[in-house]
């Protein structure tokens, strides 16, 4: 019986639909009474036949080309209501519904949502205009369907006047969850945006982002492309081409599940507001309508594979919209996810680490290049965009990295063969000091010590080489602020102190030996030891103090080397530094003047010529150290300083003290009072002989001394020496009557 029912709604809708309506019952697919009239909106036809004149009439034209997927479903709907009618479900409530194809069709939809809006129990079908409907009673309470988006979109539209419930089981249009736009339109299954997500998330799985997009030419394919694009764009898959069809040729093999729609039907036959609370369970699974109208379902991932020649649908997984997964159930399934890995959907290999996407010139971002990282970047992921850059203040990554390294930290180290070298030669230094200090102490008494400023000056002068030696240990191993401090100003004093003292014994030479009365006079004025040498030094003081409080040197970390963090002491103001070098370059020229001037001396009283030698030394040595000082970087930067101070340091302890000790060691005989008097009295009467005081001669006096000294030994020898130094003093005071009176009579003392 219920199959003669069914061939009997078959013929009728069949004939119902392949002729033009001639009263709105005719446009009826299936109906029947209620208390409670549902309609219904399904695509049985899939096509409306075009009109065979133009300009067309305003009628509903025919249908052609019958859906047996969209006929079922409009059974299930028939039998679902049905089912409830002869239930306790809805006692003493009669469902009724009216059910009108569409075929796929918005002109037909239309017509038949107007009709669903026409008043209720009515002689007439008309559809009253008001500005509140809350009072008005349609012809039917709810409407199912339709299938297509596009259809959805246009009925919703018409019943939103109503708020009127619209329920539809296939309609899956992003734009349909908008609220604002669609107020009473739910649905029973999942948006497109969770579909497209759900593709997008496979597609990724798989290591693909090289595809293809085929869709219909309506409002369904062309959101659902729109959607799809941008998530495939922000997932970095490519499209690589996209086909429109048109809407009647898409697929129609979907297949359809009776139950499910038995669970829509029966949720419909509530009001708006009871539908978007209500919650039912099928199978231990609970579903319910979101705030957009949206159903919690999910969607099944489904393999089609040939097997034996013959197509096969295999349900792989299930999709979970709330977690964005893909639920697996069997081992099977998931060697089948595995295989989609294997093949080949890339448009270019994909990036090692250590390399970057570089774009080529076709328009898509999925066709590529790979080049590597460049210095100081890295990326430890495939296919990166763009590589990060190493924080260039603590690491550092070569070509083609895959992480950043630490940059090494770097000094003038102790181990450092340049170092070790010139801390030897700072100890040898030390060494030469100890030395001429232990010969100049043991040769206290002798004319060479004491014409150098007695011991005491001596040690002045040899104390101050070896700080300068000292100092150099201060630029070496890793730096502190202390050391920086105390290195260049340990330098600038003991340096400063070295040459005042030599300024002062230049002065001494230049005083004991200047046959001018007006330079002499002026030296007398200025020749003051001690004062000279405090307030050469103390000035000296005063900008190394300036310096410290002001602009104090201090340990840095220089970073601008790509691959190292050189430790080093910054000297907090170029422009101190720049004036305790200036300074001792002053004091040196002037020594540097006047030694010049007294450079010929006796042979034995020469040390105004060393002097000379000394200061060239370093002149030459800290000129040179101005460019390469400005022009190198690293850690041997400081060595640059300690050869120049070793250079300098040498230069002046040679020209002044090795010359003395020769004298001391290799020709003691020269070393004596009589040598000495004999050498300053010769260079002493040639001086006079100049001024016209040449015809004394002391040639007799000093033959007798030599003689003398010869013969003697002892008590006798000492006795001897004092009677020469007699001789001498008178023959000068001879010598000092016949000259006019401006021949200075404190030169002797001095000498």
């Known amino acids: 019986m219920a199959l003669l029912i069914i061939l009997i709604s078959c013929l009728v809708i069949i004939l119902a639909t392949s002729q033009p309506c ?9 109906s029947s009474p209620g208390h409670i009239m549902i309609g219904g909106l399904f695509a049985i036809h899939e096509k409306m036949l075009s009109p065979e004149e133009y300009p067309r009439r305003p009628e509903i034209q025919r249908c052609a080309g019958f859906e047996i997927s969209s006929f079922l479903q409009t059974l299930a709907m028939i039998h679902s209501i049905e089912m409830i009618n002869n239930s306790t479900l809805l006692s003493g409530v009669k469902l009724g519904y009216e059910i009108y194809d569409t075929c796929t069709e918005v002109t037909v939809a239309m017509a038949a949502a107007l009709r669903f809006l026409a008043k209720f129990n009515c002689s007439r079908e008309i559809v009253e205009l008001k500005c509140d409907y809350s009072s008005y009673t349609p012809r039917v309470k709810a409407v199912i369907g339709a299938g297509y988006s596009e259809i959805s979109m246009a009925v919703s539209r018409i019943l939103n006047l109503q708020l009127m419930p619209q329920v539809s089981y296939e309609s899956t249009a992003e734009i349909l969850s908008d609220k604002i736009r669609f107020p009473s339109f739910l649905r029973t299954v999942p948006s497109d945006f969770y579909q497209t997500k759900a593709m997008v998330h496979l597609i990724q799985k798989a290591g693909w982002n090289w595809i293809g997009i085929i869709t219909t030419d309506d409002d369904y ?6 959607a799809f694009a941008i998530q495939t764009a922000a997932n970095n898959v490519c499209i690589a081409f996209k086909e429109v069809l048109p809407a009647f040729l898409s697929d129609n093999t979907i297949e359809v599940r009776i139950n499910q729609t038995l669970e829509k039907i029966i949720a419909e036959a509530h009001l708006l507001n009871v539908l978007k609370n209500v919650t039912f369970t099928d199978r231990g699974n609970s579903f319910h309508f979101d705030a957009h109208g949206d159903m919690n379902t999910g969607y099944d991932v489904v393999l089609w594979k040939e097997i034996n020649g013959h197509m096969n649908i295999i349900k792989m997984a299930q999709y979970d919209l709330k977690n964005d997964v893909f639920i697996i159930t069997d081992q099977e399934t998931k060697n089948e996810f595995r295989d989609l890995k294997q093949i080949q959907s890339k448009c270019s290999k994909e990036c ?3 390399q970057m996407k570089k774009t080529t010139k076709s328009q898509h971002t999925c066709c590529y290049e790979c080049v590597s990282c460049p210095e100081n970047h890295y990326s430890n992921q495939t296919d990166t965009d763009r590589c990060l850059l190493c924080n260039n203040e603590t690491h550092w990554a070569p070509v083609r990295s895959t992480k950043c390294l630490e940059k090494e930290v770097e000094y003038l180290n102790w181990n450092d063969p340049l170092a070790f070298l010139l801390l030897a030669l700072s100890l040898l230094g030390i060494m030469f000091v100890l030395v001429i200090g232990i010969i100049f ?8 010590v004491k014409s150098s400023g007695g011991l005491v000056f001596c040690y002045v002068i040899l104390l101050c080489h070896f700080l300068n030696f000292a100092s150099t240990g201060l630029f070496v191993g890793e730096p502190q602020d202390v050391t920086c401090k105390t290195r260049q100003t340990l330098f600038g004093v003991s340096f400063t102190l070295c040459v005042s003292c030599i300024l002062t014994k230049s002065l001494k030479i230049l005083l004991a030996f200047s046959f001018d009365p007006k330079l002499q006079n002026f030296l007398k004025c200025f020749y003051k030891p001690i004062p000279i040498i405090f307030t050469c030094t103390g000035i000296q003081v005063v900008i190394c103090t300036l310096w410290l409080i002001f602009a104090a040197p201090a340990m840095e970390e220089n970073i601008s080397l790509p691959r190292v963090i050189i430790l080093q002491c910054e000297e907090g103001s170029i422009l101190a530094f720049g004036t ?13 003047i006047f030694a010049f001037k007294g450079r010929k001396l006796p042979e034995n009283y020469n040390e105004a010529k060393f002097i000379t030698f000394g200061m060239l030394i370093y002149f030459i040595a800290w000129i040179t150290f101005i ?3 400005a022009t190198t970087a690293g850690k041997y930067l400081p060595a640059v300083e300690i050869i120049v101070i070793l250079i300098s340091n040498y230069g002046i302890l040679c020209c002044t003290f090795f010359p003395k000790c020769y004298v001391i060691l290799r020709k003691k005989e020269t070393n004596t009072k009589s040598a000495f008097l004999k050498t300053i009295y010769s260079y002493s009467s040639r001086s006079a002989g100049s001024l016209g005081m040449g015809h004394v001669s002391l040639d007799s006096t000093v033959s007798n001394m030599t003689v003398t000294n010869s013969s003697f030994d002892g008590k006798s020898a000492a006795w001897q020496r004092s009677k020469e130094l007699q001789a001498f003093k008178h023959v000068c005071k001879e010598n000092a ?10 030169r002797l003392a001095s000498i």
Request: aromatic share 14%.
């Open 22 to 30: 001639q009263t709105p019952d005719d446009f009826v697919a299936a």
């Open 221 to 226: 394919g062309r959101f659902a492309l729109n």
């Open 352 to 354: 090692s680490p250590g």
């Open 441 to 448: 102490t043991r040769n206290l008494n002798t004319p060479v």
């Open 580 to 592: 305790m070098l200036g300074y001792i370059a002053i004091l040196a020229f002037i020594c540097f």
């Open 627 to 629: 460019p390469i000082y």
């Open 737 to 746: 009557a016949s000259v006019s009176t401006t021949w200075p009579r404190k």
